[in-house]
């Protein structure tokens, strides 16, 4: 800027330039940089504000002693230097105030100004915005306290849930905002969205969007009794329903006989036809896991676990998971071995529900079922409430799936088992993959041909049912009693009478554990009746009698007595055959603790 600036008129000659001397608040700032007359760098001095006379004057001095010329020249250089530089800032400021400013841009979004404004003000805005660009059809939801998106993997899958990070909300409100700043040079510019903003929007306990509380592809049936087909956002329910082109037939309000008739025909003689159920509540179980996903809006409460289990392999166990999950939740539903391990259980619990699959099938369980977590999710009155994989943050997912499990003569802890609804196939044959009489030989395709009539026939006994005055079940089941009462209900109106029938047959082919129980609470009381005794007596017991191998599991000695003594702890309390374990008193001479039985009334 200006220069170059002699410090005299004698050799050698030294130059002062104004290097990067620039006005800020009526102040010069900067630097001033010193050469020889070959244009060699010797020094340099920078100030904040040239404009001050001892700023100028320490910087005389500093260029004296360096160019070892006299300080009167260095002084003259300088002030010849400063006065450069403010004629060169006037004429810069008399080209911008004559250049014409830029129009400000047309916007066809929202516009936030969100530098020098509170950050509460911010947000709200950017509330507003997405609130708006949110209507009429919703694409961003408060799932579970998270602010969610739905997404697709094609145009023809099934959205899907998928919880918001800092970055990717960032993305979606520069897409949705016309984020701005000012400034007296350029006027009005284009920024990125700060960060903190999505930051603290995401830290929102509740966000105002609309609450998601799952994803469907099938109609389902709402509490009121009315049959939610069109595909969208539903705000009663909380579901957002994908139908794709389905179109389902008209359901009348009270079913005659001959739709009752026709529906029970559909399900029973063509879609169950071919499955060669123990007895007829295996089969009653088998409806109740179809109509289950559609029905679930009428149920306040959790729904028990389904398991289809056989003898031996090839007898349709899994094929009948895939033909329900094909016509009740077609494209939702999620298919998976069963983990081993109640940590594995709960990483995979949080992964599958957090999508909030319609239906959730363990397939082919080979591993003993005893999880607590499971166990815990499976009674889920409310959302559960976790901790987040790989992190301290608490979780919160809606348990609204219909849970099945396939497996060949499957074992179940007692907690499972309790929770646990069963449909038993059984060909009577060594070989059933070997079959060849089928009505469908193809089921599978059948069903997705004919999956409208499918869900019509289920309608069909519901609105039935309805219309009878919606009268409950009369079999109820510890935790499930508002789905035993509906599902019940439901089926006994349509003419199944054997739901839950099969109970006291799934308690003691499943809970072996407790048959091993019941087993050594009858050879104790036989050998010593109601006389309290130590655990090691009961030890010796258990030896001799080949009992509790399972329990004790080749143990001796210490880890023995560990073992049956933890086993005791558990059983305290409980009854088996009419037999109760109690805690005795201390033993009179080694005070150990000592166990007694108590024979119940009649």
């Not at 070989?431 to 009505?439: F, I, L, N, V």
């Not at 019940?488 to 009478?497: E, H, S, V």
Request: aromatic share 8%; net charge negative; charged share 25%.
């Amino acid at each position: 800027m200006g220069g170059p600036f002699l410090t005299s008129k004698s050799d050698p000659k030294i130059v002062l330039i104004p290097h990067s001397v620039f006005s800020v608040n009526g102040k010069l700032q900067g630097t001033i940089q010193a050469f020889d007359s070959e244009g060699r760098y010797l020094t340099e001095c920078h100030s904040n504000n040239w404009s001050s006379p001892k700023e100028r004057e320490k910087a005389a001095e500093v260029f004296a002693e360096w160019t070892k010329q006299p300080i009167q020249d260095c002084r003259v250089a300088m002030n010849s230097a400063m006065e450069a530089a403010r004629k060169a800032e006037r004429e810069q400021h008399d080209i911008d105030e004559n250049t014409p400013r830029p129009a400000p841009p047309v916007h066809d979004r929202p516009v936030i100004f969100p530098i020098g404004k509170a950050l509460r003000n911010t947000v709200e805005q950017c509330w507003d915005a997405m609130k708006a660009a949110n209507r009429p059809d919703p694409r961003f939801f408060n799932r579970n306290g998270q602010i969610a998106e739905l997404r697709q993997n094609d145009r023809e899958s099934a959205p899907y849930s998928f919880a918001l990070t800092k970055d990717g909300l960032r993305g979606h409100l520069d897409r949705q905002i016309d984020f701005m700043k000012r400034t007296q040079s350029e006027g009005e510019t284009p920024i990125l969205p700060p960060p903190w903003i999505s930051a603290d929007m995401l830290e929102y306990a509740v966000p105002p969007l609309p609450s998601l509380y799952g994803v469907r592809t099938s109609p389902y049936m709402a509490l009121d009794g009315s049959i939610v087909t069109r595909s969208g956002y539903d705000e009663n329910s909380g579901y957002y329903l994908h139908l794709g082109d389905m179109k389902m037939p008209e359901v009348a309000l009270d079913p005659p006989a001959d739709d009752i008739a026709e529906a029970i025909d559909l399900i029973s003689g063509e879609l169950m036809f071919d499955f060669e159920f123990e007895g007829p509540a295996d089969e009653c179980h088998a409806i109740a896991a179809l109509m289950n996903p559609v029905i679930r809006p009428l149920i306040n409460g959790p729904t028990p676990f389904f398991m289809f289990e056989a003898p031996g392999p090839g007898t349709g166990k899994t094929y009948l998971a895939e033909a329900i999950t094909a016509v009740s939740a077609a494209g939702n539903g999620f298919m998976t071995n069963a983990p081993f391990g109640d940590d594995e259980w709960r990483k995979l619990l949080i992964t599958a529900l957090k999508n909030s699959p319609a239906v959730i099938v363990f397939d082919n369980i080979s591993v003993k079922l005893n999880s607590s977590t499971f166990s815990l999710v499976l009674t889920a009155a409310e959302p559960w409430k976790t901790r987040d994989l790989g992190g301290t943050k608490e979780l919160t997912l809606s348990v609204n799936t219909t849970w099945i499990g396939t497996g060949n003569n499957p074992e179940m802890s007692e907690e499972i088992t309790r929770r646990t609804v069963r449909s038993r196939q059984d060909t009577g044959v060594e070989d059933p993959s070997a079959r060849t009489e089928y009505r469908h030989p193809d089921l599978l395709r059948w069903a997705k041909t004919n999956r409208p009539r499918l869900l019509w026939s289920v309608f069909t006994l519901t609105r039935a049912w309805m219309a009878a005055g919606r009268p409950p079940g009369d079999v109820t089941m510890g935790s499930y009693d508002q789905w035993a009462k509906t599902v019940g209900g439901i089926l006994a109106n349509a003419g199944y009478t054997h739901f839950l029938g099969n109970r006291s047959d799934l308690y003691r082919d499943s809970a072996r554990e407790r048959n091993d129980t019941t087993a050594f609470v009858h050879r104790w009381w036989e050998i010593h009746g109601s006389e309290p005794v130590p655990v090691s007596t009961l030890i010796e017991m258990c030896t001799r009698g080949n009992l509790l191998l399972e329990a004790r599991a080749g143990k001796t000695g210490h880890a023995a007595l560990v073992r049956i003594s933890r086993l005791l702890s558990q059983s305290r309390g409980q009854i088996f055959d009419g037999i109760r374990v109690v805690s005795g008193p201390p033993d009179r001479f080694t005070k150990n603790n000592t166990w007694k039985l108590e024979k119940m009334e009649s």
